[in-house]
T-cell receptor
Framework: DGGITQSPKYLFRKEGQNVTLSCEQN?????MYWYRQDPGQGLRLIYY???????QKGDIAEGYSVSREKKESFPLTVTSAQKNPTAFYLC???????????FGEGSRLTVL | KQEVTQIPAALSVPEGENLVLNCSFT??????LQWFRQDPGKGLTSLLL?????REQTSGRLNASLDKSSGRSTLYIAASQPGDSATYLC?????????FGAGTRLTVKP
């Protein structure tokens, strides 16, 4: 089955630690995205990538980093510089031409 | 500044009712308008995508329309069922610039 796989589903982190969230897709999509969702708010774009080895900052990129070494993979690192990292993180991908977004099941990060 | 607004924030209806969810946006130069469903603690499931050259899309009991001139989209759900209970989000924009509303939380009571 084609889809987007995010791991881990739940992650706990101590203050000052970096953590990396995994996102893998087998939909052969060119574009991949990371969003953050907070209670009562819409999704906010962190980073996106249209092709391998290229990515762009979204609205709230500070304290986050990404890489796109393979078409299928777009990992997100939440660094210690992110002041309020507790949130639900969603990875998405799309076919550049059609534009329909597809999402993974999300990763919930809690900072202790 | 909120660019995509969804009203109401929450809605409760009895089973079998037809209902309409609203989405408004400030930028009329949109590319796509997409509706999603989100169950608690889960990712978003794509329901319908209306591309900028289209006015509506239908899938089963769902129908979504897009009026760019007024900056509005509606999601019509026919004969609602308890299984339709979820949060519904709309998003507008281009592939690299999708803007999301905060969602409407729908509860369908048996």
């Amino acid at each position: 089955d084609g889809g987007i796989t995010q791991s881990p589903k739940y992650l706990f982190r101590k203050e000052g630690q970096n953590v990396t969230l995994s996102c893998e897709q087998n939909l052969n999509h060119d574009a991949m995205y990371w969003y953050r969702q907070d209670p009562g708010q819409g999704l906010r774009l962190i980073y996106y990538s249209q092709i391998v080895n290229d990515f762009q900052k979204g609205d709230i990129a500070e304290g986050y980093s990404v890489s796109r070494e393979k078409k299928e993979s777009f990992p997100l690192t939440v660094t210690s510089a992110q002041k309020n990292p507790t949130a639900f993180y969603l990875c998405a991908s799309s076919n550049w031409k059609e534009g329909e977004l597809f999402f993974g099941e999300g990763s919930r990060l809690t900072v202790l | 500044k909120q660019e995509v607004t969804q009203i109401p924030a929450a809605l409760s209806v009895p089973e079998g009712e037809n209902l309409v969810l609203n989405c408004s946006f400030t930028d009329s130069a949109i590319y796509n308008l997409q509706w999603f469903r989100q169950d608690p603690g889960k990712g978003l499931t794509s329901l319908l995508l209306i591309q900028s050259s289209q006015r509506e899309q239908t899938s089963g009991r769902l129908n979504a329309s897009l009026d760019k001139s007024s900056g509005r989209s509606t999601l019509y759900i026919a004969a609602s069922q308890p299984g339709d209970s979820a949060t519904y989000l709309c998003a507008r924009g281009g592939v690299s610039d999708m803007r999301f509303g905060a969602g409407t939380r729908l509860t369908v009571k048996p």
